[in-house]
């Protein structure tokens, strides 16, 4: 548009950007040009005014215009960076520069080796443009990303980086459910358990196909059924009962392959499947599976909460029970599952109280709210006259009774500090 009323038309052209020579579109007073058979490259555009008399005005430029044609994936990511504090990883890229960019997922493998995208996990399943960061736990293994456009298209080739250090915070393991190699746990039909894709935030959308059981094996776990797009599900054969309703860290660990079996059922080939010739994994930046663990809270292991996606979180609950969600999306493709387990931490924990007065008959010492367990106990008593000593009983998560004696052996009145060290918090 122009303002004036001497104008008669525009005139444009434009370049891909770098040449030397300007191509023409045409003019019109219509303000509208299309221009076809561009490809998905930066363009320089330029546009000039003419008068009713054929008079230009000077050309007004915009220069490296970047054209991302429909269809087309967007540009792979670059400058993935991560950097650990405490148990938190802050992972950062550059932006990537197509008008159509929708967000960018990260995936998460154990391995600091020979990963693959393919066989790694949804860790954030959408990280909304502009952002070009994003904080998640800190774990050792290798972190993708992909950018993913508003049709869908994923950036063809994944950006990667590996690190060894672990999140570094005080946790103490309570306990490890670890289902594999026997994977003994149960099976579970979409029918008993309404509401699962929405448990599952919408990673598959096209996964939509009928629900089979998984199958269990020596191996791992595969889909039962997977000649067309589905999902199945694993219920851990143990649930955690940690007596008391206690804050816990709860840390989901999953090892996965992909399976392409798009010529043929490998279960259906002679021989052993390993000795087939190729590799049965499939495209390694495929992501057409995924696996997805779950919790399930309880404060009286008799009422349960809804299920919800679990990678790492904070939990305040007595009871925590755990399944497995398997997608695919594609026809004779399945995550072969080899490694599923939950670890439930707590966090370090320090009680400490300073100038208790601790009568003849002695004082119990209350922790409140008591621990989950008790790693150490260190008490300092003050204006002990020669011969007196202490005697500490009942020493529990809960607390401890103190009875100051003197040389005779008989109580006496005394002061003292204590620091105890434990972890976990009662509610």
């Known amino acids: 548009a122009w303002a004036g ?44 005014a003419v008068s009713v008399l054929g008079t230009n005005s000077d050309w007004l430029e915009l ?10 994936p967007p540009a792979d990511v670059t400058g993935f960076d991560i950097a650990i504090t405490g148990a938190v990883a802050h992972l950062t890229w550059d932006p990537v520069p197509d008008e159509d ?22 860790l ?44 570094v915070e005080g946790l103490n393991a309570v306990e490890a459910v670890t289902e594999e190699p026997g994977f003994t746990g149960a099976e579970v039909r979409f029918s008993e358990v ?7 935030s919408g990673l598959f959308s096209a996964a939509g196909g009928t629900v089979k059981p998984t199958s269990r094996s020596g191996l791992g776990l595969v889909l039962t059924d997977y000649s067309a797009p589905g999902s ?26 992909r399976l392409d079996d798009t010529a043929g059922m490998f279960a259906a080939a002679p021989g052993h499947f390993s000795a087939r010739q190729g590799l049965f994994t499939g495209d390694s930046n495929a992501a057409d599976t995924e696996v997805v663990v779950e919790v399930s809270t309880s ?78 106990l260190g008490v300092s008593a003050q204006g002990l006259a020669s011969g007196d000593y202490y005697e500490i009983t009942d020493k529990s998560a809960a607390g401890f009774t103190i ?6 052996g008989d109580g006496v009145a005394r002061s003292f500090d204590y620091v105890a060290r434990g972890y976990g918090v009662a509610s």
Request: without cysteine; hydrophobic residues 45%.
């Open 124 to 167: 954030v399943p959408k990280v909304p443009r502009p952002g070009t960061s994003v904080t998640t736990s800190a774990r050792t293994g290798t972190y993708f990303i992909r950018a993913v456009d508003k049709l869908g298209n994923e950036s063809l080739n994944p950006a990667a980086i590996v690190t060894t250090i672990a999140g």
């Open 232 to 257: 199945g599900i694993y219920e851990f054969r143990t649930v955690v009962d940690l007596g008391a309703r206690y804050t816990s860290r709860l840390t989901a660990r999953v090892e996965v392959i």
């Open 101 to 122: 960019l929708s967000h960018y997922i990260i995936r998460w493998s154990p391995s600091v080796t020979g990963a693959s995208y393919s066989n790694a996990v949804t």
């Open 299 to 376: 404060d009286d292991m008799v009422a349960w909460s809804p299920w919800r996606a679990l990678s790492v979180g904070d939990f305040t609950a007595r009871g925590f029970r755990f399944r497995a969600v398997l997608f695919t999306a594609s026809a004779n493709v399945t995550p072969f599952v080899t490694g599923l387990a939950v670890e439930v931490d707590m966090p370090d924990r320090t009680i400490a109280a300073a100038d208790l007065e601790a009568g003849a008959g002695g004082m119990v010492v209350n922790f409140t709210p008591a621990l989950r367990g008790l790693s150490g």
């Open 5 to 48: 009323g001497y104008v008669d038309s525009a005139e444009v052209q434009y370049r891909p950007t770098g040449d030397a020579v300007w191509r023409d579109v045409g003019a019109s007073g219509a303000g509208r040009f299309e221009v076809s058979g561009i490809e998905a490259v930066e363009y320089d555009v330029r546009v000039r």
């Open 403 to 408: 009875q100051f004696r003197n040389a005779a």
């Open 194 to 200: 309404p509401g699962l894709f929405a448990a599952a």
């Open 63 to 72: 220069l490296g215009y970047p054209v991302a044609l429909p269809g087309l």
